[in-house]
C-alpha cells in the first residue's frame, strides 16, 4: 500500500459536463426529477404513495419549539418500520423509519445541479427546506424526526433496525455536497452538530454501537474531508472497527441469543477487516464497503485495503450482473452465493449499483485498476441508467435481465419483477439517489494526485485540475473517438482508461501500459487523440451461471442490449442468434439476422431438430427497456 501514490476525487465544482449524453440526463434530473421530488416529498402528487418526508420535519420542529417553551408533548411508540395514518395516531410520526433520508437526498442533488445550472428559484426552496430541516434538531444535536416526533427517551435503542444513523448519514452527505455547491454553512452546521453528539455517544469507553444501516461511516469521513475534524474520522473508524464483534452488540442491546446467521444480512456478522465475500442486503453491503476504503485510506490501514479488494474482486468476478446490477436475490435484497445470477428473478436494486459505483471510485483512488473502472462503466450505462425512465418521471428500484410480465402479475416469487416504472414509491431510495448519482456524475469519471490525472470515464467536459485544465470532447459512445486537450499547470502524467471490451485502440501520442491505463508525459499545450474500436459483441457467461448456458448478451462499448417484444414479437425464448450473426448499428438500435423456433404446444415429445424461420431481431440499450409500454424484455439470447 503505497500511499504517496493515492488519488483522490474531483469535487464538482471543478468539473463542466458538456458530453451530450450525460447533459441531456443531469437536465432531466433538473427539469423533470428533482421538481417532481420536491412535490413527492410534500405529498401533493396525485395517485402516488404519500412521502410525510417534510410533514414529518414540520410536526418534529413544533415539538422542539414546546420543548424548549417546557411544554408538554405525547410520547407515541416506536415499534414499527412502517408508520400509516391507520397504525399510527394524528400528531405522530409517518412514513418509513428512514423517511428523513429522502428529504436529505433531494437536497444533495439540488446542490449538484446547482453547480451544473444555477437556478436562484430552486436554491431558494432548497433554502427553504434547509431551514425546516434545521428548525426540527434537537439542542444536544439529535436530529432524527421519527424519535423526535415519538419518543425522545428512546433515541438510539435499537441501532439496528431504525435507522438513525442511516439518516445522520444522509443528513451528512447532503450538508457536504450543499455547502461545496453554495458555500451555505447552516445545513453543514447542522449536521456537525448531530455528528458531535454522535461522536460523543458512540466509542471504545462509550456506547459499542455501530449502525444496522451503513453510510455513517463514509458520511462522516466526507465530514472530515470539509472540516478536517478528526474526530469525525475517529467515529467513522470506530464503527467499522467495532462492527461484527462479539458478544454482538445487537444482542446485548436488544436481549437475544446470538444467532450468527443473521448478522450477515447486515454485514454484522464478524468485523469488516475479516470480511471477505460480499454477504447480506446489497445496498447495506456496498456502503460498508465504502466507508471502510474510506478508512483504509486515511488511516493507511492495510488490513482493511485487503479486505476492500477481496470484497470487490469477489462482486465484479462472481456476483455482478453484465448490466453491473448486484443483490441477485430478493430475500433480504441481498448479495446470493456466487454465480447466482438468475435474469428472471434478479433484484439488482439501482441504488445498489449506485453504491457499487461509491465504492469503487474509492478504490480507484487508491489503486488505479482498470477492471474497477469497468465495473463502474457496467453500472453506470445499463442498471443505474435503466432506473428511470426516459421522460425522467417513472423509475425501477428492480432491473431484472428478463421479464414475462404474466410471470410477474401470476407468480409471487416474481412479484418484485416490475414490468413498468413506477411513479413513486412511500419507500423512495432509489429516485433520489439516481438524481445526486446523475448530477454529480464527474466525480465517478476523475481523479488526480500530485503528479497524475486518471479519466477512468470518457465523459465529455472541462475540468479544472491541480495539474492541468483538460477538456475531453467525447464521441466515445458513437464512434469511440475521444479527443482530450491539455493545458497544463506544470510537467505532469495523463492516465487514460482502455476499456475491457476494447480489443483494438490507438492514441495519437506514445504511451505506456499499466493495469489497464494508458499513460502518457505531458509537458507542454496538446490535444491527444484516443479511438476506441466500438464494435459490436456477443458476450458469452461462466458455464457456472446455469442460466445462462448456449446463451449470449449483444454488447456494444459500454452497452449491454437487450431484446423487447414490441419489436421482436412474443416468446423470446425462441429466438436465437447464429453464431456468426453480421449485426447492423443504426442509431441507438442494433439489428441482426436471427431464427425464430417454430413454436410446439406439445408438452413431451420424442426429441428431433427443431424447425426455424429467418427473422430480422432487433435490439435497444437495455438501460432504455421498458418506455413503450408493458412487454416481454430478455437480455440473454440463445445461440
Ligand atoms: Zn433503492
Not at 471543478?14 to 450525460?22: C, G, L, M, V
Not at 453504491?355 to 453506470?380: K, S, T, W, Y
Not at 409471487?412 to 419483477?417: A, D, E, G, L, T
Not at 426455424?612 to 430478455?634: C, Q, T
Amino acid at each position: 500500500m503505497d500511499i504517496s501514490t493515492f488519488s483522490r476525487h474531483i469535487n464538482s465544482s471543478r468539473i463542466e459536463i458538456t458530453d451530450s449524453f450525460w447533459k441531456s440526463k443531469m437536465e432531466l434530473v433538473r427539469k423533470e426529477v428533482i421538481p417532481y421530488q420536491y412535490e413527492a416529498l410534500h405529498d401533493r402528487v396525485i395517485g402516488a404513495e404519500k412521502s410525510y418526508s417534510i410533514e414529518n420535519f414540520i410536526k418534529a420542529g413544533e415539538i422542539v419549539k414546546k420543548l424548549k417553551n417546557g411544554e408538554e408533548v405525547p410520547v407515541f411508540p416506536t415499534d414499527k418500520w412502517y408508520y400509516t395514518e391507520e397504525n399510527a395516531p394524528q400528531g405522530a410520526f409517518h412514513g418509513w423509519v428512514f423517511q428523513d433520508s429522502d428529504v436529505y437526498k433531494w437536497i444533495e442533488a439540488v446542490g449538484f445541479s446547482l453547480i451544473n445550472h444555477p437556478d436562484k428559484d430552486l436554491e431558494n426552496k432548497a433554502d427553504d427546506i434547509i431551514n425546516i430541516v434545521c428548525n426540527a434538531q434537537l439542542p444536544n444535536g439529535y436530529l432524527d424526526t421519527l424519535f423526535i416526533i415519538n419518543d425522545r427517551e428512546a433515541v438510539f435503542s435499537n441501532l439496528k433496525d431504525w435507522h438513525e444513523l442511516y439518516c445522520f448519514g444522509h443528513l451528512a452527505e447532503a450538508a457536504v455536497g450543499y455547502y461545496n455547491a453554495t458555500r451555505k454553512r447552516k445545513l453543514l452546521d447542522t449536521a456537525c452538530r448531530f455528528a458531535d453528539l454522535i461522536c460523543d455517544t458512540f466509542g471504545s469507553e462509550k456506547i459499542k454501537g455501530y449502525p444496522g444501516h451503513e453510510i455513517a461511516e463514509m458520511a462522516l469521513v466526507k465530514l472530515y474531508e470539509v472540516t478536517e475534524n478528526a474526530k469525525y474520522l475517529e467515529t467513522a473508524r470506530f464503527f467499522i472497527d467495532e462492527r461484527g464483534k462479539k458478544p454482538y452488540y445487537y444482542d446485548i442491546v436488544l436481549g437475544r441469543e446470538t444467532v450468527n446467521d443473521n448478522y450477515h444480512y447486515n454485514q454484522a456478522h464478524c468485523q469488516p477487516k475479516l470480511q471477505f465475500e460480499a454477504v447480506g442486503h446489497a445496498v447495506r453491503g456496498v456502503y460498508l464497503y465504502s466507508g471502510m476504503a474510506d478508512i483504509a485510506k486515511y488511516c493507511k490501514d492495510e488490513e482493511l485495503y485487503i479486505a476492500c479488494r477481496k470484497l470487490m474482486e469477489n462482486i465484479i468476478t462472481k456476483k455482478m450482473y453484465i448490466t453491473g446490477g448486484i443483490g441477485s436475490t430478493v430475500d433480504g435484497e441481498a448479495f446470493s452465493y456466487d454465480y447466482d445470477l438468475p435474469n428472471d428473478l434478479a433484484y439488482s436494486e439501482t441504488c445498489a449499483s449506485i453504491g457499487l459505483i461509491f465504492f469503487a471510485r474509492r478504490m480507484l483512488e487508491m489503486n488505479p485498476d482498470a477492471e474497477i473502472a469497468d465495473a463502474v462503466e457496467r453500472a453506470l450505462y445499463n442498471t443505474v441508467l435503466s432506473g428511470m425512465s426516459l421522460d425522467g418521471k417513472s423509475f425501477f428500484y428492480v432491473n431484472p435481465l428478463e421479464v414475462l410480465p404474466e410471470a410477474s402479475h401470476k407468480d409471487s416469487r416474481k412479484r418484485h419483477i416490475k414490468t413498468v416504472r413506477q411513479k413513486w414509491f412511500g419507500c423512495a431510495c432509489c429516485p433520489p439517489n439516481l438524481s445526486r448519482l446523475i448530477s454529480s456524475v464527474g466525480e465517478y469519471a476523475f481523479t488526480e494526485n500530485d503528479d497524475i490525472v486518471y479519466v477512468h470515464q470518457y465523459i465529455g467536459s472541462r475540468i479544472n485540475t491541480e495539474n492541468a485544465d483538460i477538456e475531453i470532447i467525447s464521441d466515445y459512445l458513437n464512434s469511440g473517438g475521444v479527443k482530450i486537450i491539455l493545458n497544463p499547470k506544470k510537467s505532469f502524467t495523463l492516465a487514460l482508461r482502455i476499456p475491457s471490451w476494447c480489443n483494438k485502440f490507438s492514441f495519437s501520442r506514445k504511451y505506456e501500459i499499466r493495469d489497464g491505463y494508458a499513460y502518457f508525459d505531458i509537458d507542454k499545450r496538446i490535444e491527444i487523440n484516443a479511438e476506441f474500436d466500438i464494435c459490436v459483441k456477443m458476450i458469452k457467461c461462466s458455464n457456472k451461471v446455469r442460466g445462462n448456458l448456449d446463451k449470449v448478451a449483444v454488447t456494444r462499448g459500454p452497452f449491454v442490449y437487450c431484446m423487447e417484444e414490441i419489436d421482436n414479437g412474443k416468446d423470446l425464448q425462441m429466438i436465437k442468434l447464429h453464431k456468426n450473426t453480421k449485426f447492423t448499428v443504426c442509431g441507438d438500435n442494433i439489428f441482426a439476422d436471427g431464427l425464430r423456433e417454430k413454436e410446439s404446444e406439445t408438452l413431451y415429445s420424442e426429441w428431433q431438430d427443431a424447425e426455424f424461420e429467418d427473422i430480422a431481431v432487433k435490439l435497444i440499450p437495455y438501460h432504455k427497456w421498458a418506455n413503450r409500454g408493458e412487454n416481454e424484455m430478455s437480455v440473454y439470447i440463445r445461440i
